[in-house]
Structures are given as structure tokens and as C-alpha cells.
């Protein structure tokens, strides 16, 4: 178990940690604390969030440091996925073509593209974080990396080899329902700290998984680790999104 705990933080994470022994046994639980790595990068993110709040800084500042900091801790392994499937799903080919890009190791214009808005949306975003929302808006690490796991486990996979299929075919039994549990816990919290900006997060990443659901089964005919990373960059972004858009609507009503 613990082996699985120091994989899931070298697979998903810079983040040092003691080297483990990579196995089908130490395998069986490494995604399950996917949402563990999530907690450790929310808690850096809320440390640096009222640090900046406390040396007073500009919000052009504030929103690039917090939006560079995830990615950072995340290695980019999550943000990787994310520009391989921009450049995928607006190919415009079918199916084994759109699989065939995934793979491609070249950045392709929709790649770069798509990172360049995500990376301005996202500090634009957290340039109008509320400290009211600080607790919220960190959980919105948790609760990407939890559905995630859950989608990455349960939904039908586009090939039968791959990184997605060893990370969850030697999966331990019940490891969805788990990442299930996490996935409403971190909502529960996220709604009692956030109050409804913190519900309209919960429904945005519910929408975002649907959303995932639909365009992995008909574009790619099923998962894959790449889905998997742009997903959870989605799910962040939009989530994150609609508790700030939430609490500036309260806030001017």
C-alpha cells in the first residue's frame, strides 16, 4: 500500500518522494490516491494564495503564480494529455486517426493554441479569487483528480495497451466506488466551504465528466491516458471558473 502511495506521487507528481518498487501489487492502489496528490497540490495552492493575499500583490501576479503552480507540481503530465487531445479532436478524422495524433510526440497549432487560452483563462481566473473561496477553489484539485481516477477505471477504454491500461487493469477491487466516495466527500466540502459558488463548482465538474463521457465514446471510442489528462485540466479550469463567476454574482446582486 504505501509502494502505491509513493508511485502515485512520482506517476502524477514532481512532488520528491522515496523511490518505490513498480509492480502489479503496488499497482493495484496507485490510482486510488490520485486525489491524494490532488489534497497536497490544493494545500501548496492556499498556502501561495493568502502568501500572495498577505504581501499584498497585484492580481496580474496572483493569477500567474497560481495558475503556473499547479502545472508546475503536476509535472505537466496532466497538461501534456490535454494539448495531445486539443490537437486530436480538431483533426477532424475518425477514430484510430484521432488515436494515431494522441501518440504523434509533435505539437501540433491546435496544441499550442489551446494551451496558450487555457493558461490565460486560468490566471484570469484565479486573478479574481476570492479569499472566501480559497478553500473551495483548492478542493477543485481533489475532486478533478477523484473523477478522473473514477472515469479512468470505469469507462470503456479506446485501446488495449497503453499507460491507462496498466495504471487501472491491475486495479484493486471496489477502487471505483472508493474514488466515488472521494469524489462526494470533496463535493460536500467544497459546497459547506464555498456555500453556492462552491455548488456551482460540484455541478460544473459534473457537467465536465458528462462531457468527457460523450466526446471520449464518440470521437475516440473510449479512454485513454490522454483524455484522462485533458479532462482533469478541463475539469479544473471549468470548475474553478464557476465558483469565481458564482461568487462575483453574488457579490454584485
Known sequence: MFDSLLMAFSLYSRIPVPQAEWNDRSMRFCICFLPLVGAVIGLVQYGLFHCLDFLQAGPVLRGTFLA??????????HMDGFLDTCDAIHSWKGPEERLRILKDPHVGAFAVIGGLLYCLLAAGIWS?????????L????????????????????????????????PAAKGAVTAMAAVSAA?????????????????????????????????????????????????CELVSAAAIVLGSLGMAAV
Open 186 to 234: 470533496a463535493a460536500a466540502l467544497m459546497i459547506l466551504s464555498g456555500g453556492l459558488p462552491g455548488l456551482c463548482g460540484v455541478i460544473a465538474s459534473l457537467a465536465m465528466l458528462a462531457f468527457y463521457y460523450k466526446t471520449a465514446s464518440v470521437l475516440f471510442g473510449g479512454t485513454t491516458g490522454d483524455l484522462a489528462g485533458w479532462f482533469l485540466q478541463l
Open 68 to 77: 503556473f503552480l499547479p502545472v508546475f507540481l503536476s509535472g505537466g503530465i
Open 128 to 136: 479574481e479569487a476570492a479569499s472566501a473561496q480559497s478553500v473551495s
Open 138 to 169: 483548492c478542493l477543485v484539485f481533489v475532486i478533478s483528480r477523484s473523477l478522473s481516477a473514477a472515469a479512468a477505471l470505469a469507462f470503456p477504454k479506446a485501446k488495449k495497451d497503453g499507460m491507462l491500461r496498466q495504471e487501472t487493469d
